[in-house]
C-alpha cells in the first residue's frame, strides 16, 4: 500500500527557498564560467589586434621623438610590453617636454601628432578647439591614444636615464614607464575606477586586478625583485614618487589586500605593509 506524505507549509516555503537559492548558484556560476570564456576569448588578445595597438604606439612615439619630445608608455599597453598576456585596450603616453618647451600643452601635442600624418591620426565628432585638450586622439579611427603630461595622474617628469625600452630594432622599440612605476599607476587606476562615482568605471575593475596580479606575479620577480632591501631609498627619489603618491600607494596596498587577502605574501615580499596598525 502506497503512503502519502503531506508536507507542511513552512517545510514547503524551505524547500522551496533551498530551490532557488541552488538555481541562483547555478546562474553565478555559468555567469563566471561566461565571464572566464569571453576573457579568454576577447578581440583585444587577437594577435593581429595587438600588433594594430603596437603599431600604433610606434607610429605615435616615433613622431614625438622627431619633435623632440621624449615619452614614456603606460597602462594596459605597457603592461602588454612588459609580457602581460592581456591585451591593450588602448594606448597610453606620458609626453615629457623638455625646458625649452615647458610651456607646450596637450592641444600643441595632438595637433603635432595630427599633422605628421593626417591620414592615420585625428578626432571622432566636430572639432572645437577649446575642448581639443580634453578630447582623445584616435589612430586609424579606431585606436584611442592618450596623451597626458606629468604632474597628470600623479605621473613624474621622467628624466631619460629613467625611461626603459622594449627590446627591437630602433623603428620598433618603445619606450616604457618604469616597472615599480608602472605597478603603482595600475594600483592608483584599480582604486579610481573603484571609487568612481555611480559605479561608472566598475567595469574596468576586473581588467585592473588581473593586470595588478600579473605584474605581482610575473613582473615583480623578474623586474623588482631587490624592492624589500631598496624601497626606501626607492621612495626617496622624489622625482619619481612624490610623499603624496607615496602615502597613497601605501593605503591603497592595504585597501587591495583587504579585498585580496591570498596576494598579501606577494606584497610583503617587496616590504609593503598589508594591513592596517
Known sequence: MQKHFKLSRSTLRELLAAKERDRISLQTDLMQAMSIMNQ?????????????????AVKTVRILEKEGLPCAIFGSMACKLY?????????????????????????????????????EFGYLGP?????????????????????????????????????????????TRLPVLPFDLLLFQKLQAWDDHRNARGGKFS?????????????????????????????HDKWNNRSLFSEGFERLTKERVT???????????LWRAIG??????
Open 83 to 119: 609580457g602581460n598576456e592581456r591585451g591593450p585596450y588602448d594606448v597610453d603616453i606620458l609626453v615629457l617636454p623638455p625646458p625649452s618647451r615647458h610651456d607646450v600643452t596637450l592641444s600643441d601635442i595632438k595637433n603635432i601628432i595630427i599633422a605628421a600624418s593626417p591620414e
Open 255 to 265: 585597501a587591495f589586500c583587504a579585498d585580496y587577502w591570498y596576494d598579501k605574501p
Open 272 to 277: 609593503f605593509r598589508t594591513s592596517r596598525v
Open 203 to 231: 567595469h574596468r575593475i576586473s581588467n585592473d586586478v588581473k593586470d595588478i596580479q600579473w605584474m605581482l606575479r610575473e613582473g615583480v620577480p623578474k623586474y623588482m625583485k631587490d624592492w624589500k632591501v631598496v624601497g
Open 127 to 171: 572639432s572645437s578647439n577649446d575642448i581639443d585638450a580634453r578630447r582623445p586622439l584616435y589612430f586609424q579611427a579606431k585606436i584611442r591614444i592618450d596623451v597626458v603630461l606629468p604632474g597628470m595622474m600623479n605621473l613624474p617628469a621622467l628624466l631619460p636615464a629613467q625611461i626603459k625600452w622594449t627590446t627591437g630594432s630602433e623603428s
Open 40 to 56: 579568454l576569448s576577447s578581440p583585444l588578445n587577437d594577435p593581429n589586434v595587438v600588433e594594430s595597438r603596437r603599431r600604433a
